[in-house]
């Protein structure tokens, strides 16, 4: 079965304590992206990786950190995470450039 | 800056009525198009996709895209409980990487 994998879904933490969300896909697709979603605010993409080593920064990049060392997998680093990065994040992956996003199950992150 | 641009609604329409979703982008050179449904905490599942101008009907779904006019819209036939949700409009540049820009969707109500 094709998947977009995100853990973990749900997670509460403090200020400044280092954070990592992992995203794995089987789908062998070459693009993937991080974004969160806030009330109000909509889907907002955070970082996007185009193949294996090959990442860039998306709309709210500050904060965050990605890396792209196999295919498969991508996860979202917090180094200092602060209440404003209190969100629901999604991973997302692409088959090509102009085709359809599948997304994860999300990751609903709690900074108090 | 890219602009999809959606009423947040709600909209609401009674059961078995057609239900109409609207967006808009600002982006000419924006090549595909895609509506997403998204339910309260879950990740954005596709709808359909559009990428020539005209027409597109998937089962009670019907996508239409305007270039001209820069307008991409979703209709509902036989509108069903189940179909209240979120609907989030996306369109692809035609950027290296073709990021995929959302709006920030519209609430979809349907009453039984």
């Known amino acids: 079965e094709a998947q977009v994998t995100q853990n973990p879904r749900y997670l509460i933490t403090v200020t400044g304590k280092k954070l990592t969300v992992t995203c794995s896909q089987n789908m062998n697709h070459e693009y993937m992206s991080w974004y969160r979603q806030d009330p109000g605010l909509g889907l907002r993409q955070i970082y996007y990786s185009m193949n294996v080593e090959v990442t860039d920064k998306g709309d709210v990049p500050e904060g965050y950190k990605v890396s792209r060392k196999e295919k498969r997998n991508f996860p979202l680093i917090l180094e200092s995470p602060s209440p404003n990065q209190t969100s629901l994040y999604f991973c997302?992956?692409?088959?090509?450039?102009?085709?359809?996003?599948?997304f994860g199950q999300g990751t609903r992150l709690t900074v108090v | 800056q890219k602009e999809v641009e959606q009423n947040s609604g709600p909209l609401s329409v009674p059961e078995g009525a057609i239900a109409s979703l609207n967006c808009t982008y600002s982006d000419r050179g924006s090549q595909s198009f895609f509506w997403y449904r998204q339910y309260s905490g879950k990740s954005p599942e596709l709808i359909m996709f559009i990428y020539s101008n005209g027409d597109k009907e998937d089962g009670r779904f019907t996508a239409q895209l305007n270039k001209a006019s820069q307008y991409v819209s979703l209709l509902i036939r036989d509108s069903q409980p189940s179909d209240s949700a979120t609907y989030l409009c996306a369109v692809v540049d035609d950027s290296g990487y073709s990021t995929l820009t959302f709006g920030k969707g519209t609430m979809l109500l349907v009453s039984p």
């Open positions: 997302a992956t692409k088959e090509r450039a102009r085709t359809e996003a599948f």
